[in-house]
T-cell receptor
Framework: GAVVSQHPSWVICKSGTSVKIECRSL??????MFWYRQFPKQSLMLMAT?????????EQGVEKDKFLINHASLTLSTLTVTSAHPEDSSFYIC?????????????FGQGTRLTVV | DQQVKQNSPSLSVQEGRISILNCDYT??????FLWYKKYPAEGPTFLIS?????DKNEDGRFTVFLNKSAKHLSLHIVPSQPGDSAVYFC???????????FGQGTELSVKP
């Protein structure tokens, strides 16, 4: 089946630095991808919709200058956490919708555990 | 505003018995509902879905029921197995291929 690959699976960075997370669709094209974050024991909160060839759409309360999203090709979306702070430490997950019009299923990456120290 | 709610944070069931996980939603515009299984530090894995034109969908041991008038859906797992122990999220979407709104999750523990 279709696979979404996310890299890295975990990263530790210092406060003030930036971190880039990649999300790739391996055997299908994705004009749209979604970025979520999950705090421990909580729900997956949608951060933004990544649109190939155009600007991302951010959910209310998500700082677009803080979380830069680039969808440069039909198989790659990147999320860059700029000037990271400890409160940005979280589990970040990307997803891409199934290409079949018969299902609303989405494929998820493995997630990235970000720890800012 | 929590549009999708899972009010039970945890559920414990004996192996072989039925597990029933519940989910409520508030937005009547949702047309698609999905259940995902998730382990810590991993991405969610799709289990089963249902569209708003149906009231039941079955796939092996998993059955999802949708009650549109009550804005309620449930996932039945029967028989439950220890390998089913995980966190289960329900999710809803207005569009096929659209963004998913997740509930808070229910941690299922199936005891041998």
């Amino acid at each position: 089946g279709a696979v979404v690959s996310q890299h890295p699976s975990w990263v530790i960075c210092k406060s003030g630095t930036s971190v880039k997370i990649e999300c790739r669709s391996l055997d299908f094209q994705a004009t749209t991808m979604f970025w979520y974050r999950q705090f421990p024991k909580q729900s997956l909160m949608l951060m933004a919709t990544s649109n190939e060839g155009s600007k991302a759409t951010y959910e209310q309360g998500v700082e677009k200058d803080k979380f830069l999203i680039n969808h440069a090709s039909l198989t790659l979306s990147t999320l860059t956490v700029t000037s990271a702070h400890p409160e940005d430490s979280s589990f970040y997950i990307c997803s891409a919708p199934h290409t079949s019009p018969l299902t609303a299923e989405a494929f998820f990456g493995q997630g990235t555990r970000l720890t800012v120290v | 505003d929590q549009q999708v709610k899972q009010n039970s944070p945890s559920l414990s069931v004996q192996e072989g018995r039925i597990s029933i996980l519940n989910c409520d939603y508030t937005n009547s515009m949702f047309d698609y509902f999905l259940w995902y299984k998730k382990y810590p530090a991993e991405g969610p894995t799709f289990l089963i879905s249902i569209s708003s034109i149906k009231d039941k969908n079955e796939d092996g041991r998993f059955t999802v029921f949708l009650n549109k008038s009550a804005k309620h859906l449930s996932l039945h797992i029967v028989p439950s197995q220890p390998g089913d122990s995980a966190v289960y999220f329900c999710a809803a979407s207005r569009l096929q291929g659209g963004k998913l709104i997740f509930g808070q999750g229910t941690e299922l523990s199936v005891k041998p």
